[in-house]
């Protein structure tokens, strides 16, 4: 089936290690998202890509980074970890449409980030 | 930009009773709106969305929603929940750029 793979599932880092998680879909999606969501909270919106353009949340700390190589993979970088960094962090695509973004985000498992 | 307001944080009910889960937004633009379910350690699932057309939507397990442009409002409805409800929901909205959710809404189904 189709769909938007996130790996790990569970990654523990220690505090101020870099970290990398990763995300892949064969959705064919030109539109891929990452989202940050704490405990009882929404998703956050980090950034998202519209093919190569990466468009950052304004909010969104320097310490986070993201890399998109092809269509299929994003990536997203944490530099320099903290204990507030400690999230579930969400992968999403859509379809873009080729211009505004309107139809519905696909969304992967989730990757659980604990810092130590 | 749009934003989302889920006016309900917790929402307990009775097993095979109906329910109500609120959500306004505001939007300067035409809106898109959708209701994602999420449950324990998972990613979100789509229930149901608006695009276009008739207000009254139909999602999966029974639920559906009603977009209300006067009111700005899109609430989430169920006739008969089950235990296997219990998860939470979150409200969206798209305009022409990203997604932004609501705080979400834990409905706790209880027997």
């Known amino acids: 089936d189709a769909m938007v793979i996130q790996n790990p599932r569970y990654q523990v880092t220690q505090f101020g290690k870099p970290v990398t998680l990763s995300c892949s879909q064969t959705l064919n999606h030109n539109v891929m998202y990452w989202y940050q969501q704490k405990s009882s909270q929404a998703p956050k919106l980090l950034f998202h890509y519209y093919d190569k353009d990466f468009n950052n949340e304004a909010d969104t700390p320097d310490n986070f980074q993201s890399r998109r190589p092809n269509t299929s993979f994003c990536f997203l970088d944490i530099r320099s970890p903290g204990l507030g960094d400690a999230a579930m962090y969400l992968c999403?695509?859509?379809?873009?449409?080729?211009?505004?973004?309107?139809?519905?985000?696909?969304f992967g498992q989730g990757t659980r980030l604990t810092v130590v | 930009a749009q934003s989302v307001t889920q006016l309900d944080s917790q929402v307990p009910v009775f097993e095979e009773a109906p329910v109500e889960l609120r959500c306004n937004y505001s939007s300067s633009v035409s809106v898109y709106l959708f209701w994602y379910v999420q449950y324990p350690n998972q990613g979100l699932q789509l229930l149901l969305k608006?695009?276009?057309?008739?207000?009254l939507v139909k999602g999966i397990n029974g639920f559906e929603a009603e977009f209300n442009k006067s009111q700005t409002s899109f609430h989430l409805r169920k006739p008969s929940v089950h235990i296997s409800d219990t998860a939470e929901y979150f409200c969206?909205?798209?305009?022409?750029?990203?997604?932004?959710f609501g705080a979400g809404t834990r409905l706790t189904v209880k027997p």
């Open positions: 969206a909205v798209s305009d022409s750029n990203d997604m932004r």
């Open positions: 999403a695509t859509s379809r873009g449409q080729g211009g505004p973004i309107r139809t519905e985000a696909f």
């Open positions: 608006y695009l276009s057309g008739s207000t």
